[in-house]
Nanobody, 117 residues
């Protein structure tokens, strides 16, 4: 089992920044691919960013150039630095841990990000 706890959400004005954190406990954090997803009211959950266990990253087009995903394996923590925030970034942001070989997939409880115009 892997437990994921997100933090760092809040209310920010358009153009501002936030940094989300996801603290992981349980199995070996470094062996998991980690990702951020978000879900806005009335919409389906969507991919935001992903970082592999080797450190490779990829991003949704909507956040590319504004968001940066990173991980600190020594601290068992995943981060999402969000800059130049827009009202359309408003959503609940979820942390995900995925291990293809073990066929395991875990989610955090989510943290609310609200961007005012």
């Amino acid at each position: 089992q892997v437990q994921l706890v997100e933090s760092g959400g809040g209310l920010v004005q358009a153009g501002g920044s936030l940094r989300l954190s996801c603290a992981a406990s349980g199995r070996t954090f470094s062996s998991y691919a980690m990702g951020w997803f978000r879900q806005a009211p009335g919409k389906e959950r969507e991919f935001v960013a992903r970082i592999s266990n080797g450190g490779s990253t990829n991003y949704a087009d909507s956040v590319k150039g504004r968001f940066t995903i990173s991980r600190d394996n020594a601290k068992n923590t995943l981060y999402l630095q969000m800059n130049s925030l827009k009202p359309e970034d408003t959503a609940v942001y979820y942390c995900n841990a995925n291990h293809v070989f073990l066929r395991e997939d875990y989610w955090g409880q989510g943290t609310q990000v609200t961007v005012s115009s």
